[in-house]
Each structure stands twice: as C-alpha cells, then as structure tokens.
C-alpha cells in the first residue's frame, strides 16, 4: 500500500484530500437538504373534534404536499393537554414530532401548575404561532339568561347552580370561566372534561349549563340551535357573530383571546425548525385554508420562530399577573 500511494503523484495527493474535505464539509448540508424523508407527526393533547384539531387537520394536507411526506395529526388528549406535550418533550429532537397547542398549553399550565413533567421554555422550542380565536361564552339554549347582565344576577340570585365545563384543569377554557367568574363577582362550578368536545356536548345536552370556547368549537351548534353564543370574550364583536356582544360592553377591560402555535423538542436543528415553519406559513396563505379559517372565526398569523418565543413569555407573564390579581387557583 506504501508503494503505491508513494507512485501517486503530490498534487494528485492534495486534490483527493481537498475532495474529502469537500464531501464531508458538503454533508451536513446534504442531510439538511434531505429533510423530511419520512412521515411528520402532529401531536395534539386533545381528543379529535376542536378547534386546535380542525386547524392541524386542514394544513396537514398542505404541509405534506409542501414537504413531500405525510403529516399525520395524533391526539394524546389528558389533563388538560399535559400528556400530549409531554409526550412530544420526549420525543427525539429530528423534526419530525411537533406538538401544536394552545396558549393554555405553552402559558397558562405553566403559569399555574408548579409540577408540570416538562418546562416549556426550556424542553421545547417554538416553531411559529399558527392562529389566533375569539372565546366565546355558550350557553344551552333552555337557560333563562340571554345576555351577560342576565348571567350574573341569575348566578348572584341561584348560588351553586351554575356549572360550567372545560376541556381540562388549567386550560383556556377552565381558566376564562374562573377569570370570568372572578371579575363578575359571581361562584360557579368547574367541571373538567378530556378535551373540548365532549365538554360541549354535556353543555347541548343540558349536563352542564355552559362552557368558555373557542368559536370554532361551538359555532355549528349555534347555526342549528342548540347552543346560544352568550357573549364573545375578546375586545371586539366577532364578524362571524356580529350581533353577539362582548363581555367588555357589561366587564370594561375584559380580553380572553386564545391563539394556537407550533412546536419541537428542543435541541431541534434550526434548518429543521425553519423549514417546517415555513411549510406552515406557506400553507396558512393558500386560499382555501384561509377561506376555511376564517368561516371558523379563526384568524391565521405565521410569525416567525424568535416572534413565537418572545410572545409565549409574554403571555405567561399576563396570565401569571390576571391570577395573580384575581386570587385563581386550580386544586
């Protein structure tokens, strides 16, 4: 072997080493080029059925036509979204699991639960913020109250009567009728349930009596009439329900607005990361996915990875502060 590298000319030497030096400078690049070569995996810490499930599922099909793999939506639904994000904060850092939850997952549990199995800031980094959605006061049709007036003198006038349920301990809906609840000086009682749909049904079902939700979760019952949009919880009247009033119009100051995000594993490589949010932001200016959207009173945003970060922190400082204010505590 020594004879023949000895009969190989120097510069013929230099160049195969400069080639190796180019391939294995080249491969990071190519690996990172090569990404996605297998299916994306969202996961969702709610069963199927509300509004974060209908967004993942409509830019799924989008999102895999853009990467050239499958997208799948998995619900881990359980405690209030906690057993899907865990999950996903086990699952090895390649981009290829991203959990897509809402701003109770990434700001208010972790506001509010001190024991979580994982830290946001520390095991997940973000990805982008998808969308943004009004709340929404619904309430089953039978109930004697048809304004937010009417609601607190009814639950001043029957102390213990009113029961309101939610898709889990310390998620948006659990705490937007605790806020509610606080502000308006009123008692009523929180039943949790395992994600959002079947927390509205036992409301159409007259179980419960209301529920705090996202529009898009409780807007088909509205059309065909068994539920009734009490008031929206954000600062402005919805176009998607024009002629139903905020809680700011009887509560001045009152804002619960919830948005949804995306996000990896920590330790993600940032190529990856960028990638799949641009797949995300691409799908989220198609027409249809607009359209869709929309019509669910769903409002799409696609900020950047670094926007995302800065927005969760300031979220859960808000939330920390509204608890904070007004004495909101889970058991």
Known sequence: ???????????????????????????????????????????????????????????????????????????????????????AARAEPDGYTIFMGTMGNFSITPAIMKDL?????????????????????????????????ELIAYAKANPGKLNFSSSGNAGLPHMAGEM??????????????????????????GQVQLTFEAVAVGLPHVKNGRLRALATMGPQRLAVLPDVSTVAETLPGFNVTNWFGMAVPAGTPEDRIARIQKSVVDALKQPEVLTTLQGLGVDPVGDTSAQFGAYIKEELGRWQKMMAEGNIKID
């Open 1 to 87: 072997m020594k004879r023949i590298l000895n009969m190989i000319p120097f510069k013929l030497m230099g160049a195969l080493a400069a080639a190796a030096v180019l391939n294995l400078t080249a491969l990071p690049v190519a690996l990172a080029q090569s990404f996605p070569t297998r299916a994306l995996h969202i996961i969702i810490g709610f069963p199927p059925g509300g509004a974060i499930d209908t967004i993942a599922r409509v830019l799924a099909p989008k999102m895999s036509a853009d990467l050239g793999q499958s997208v799948v939506v998995e619900n881990k639904p359980g405690a209030g979204g906690v057993i899907g994000m865990q999950a």
């Open 180 to 205: 509610f609840a606080a502000t308006a000086g009123i008692k009523m009682t929180h039943v949790p349930y395992k994600g959002s749909s079947p927390s509205v049904n036992d409301v159409v079902a």
């Open 117 to 149: 199995p994982y830290n946001v800031a520390k095991d997940f980094s973000p990805v982008t913020e998808v969308a943004s959605s009004g709340f929404v006061i619904y309430v089953n049709p039978q109930l004697p109250f048809k304004t937010v007036p």
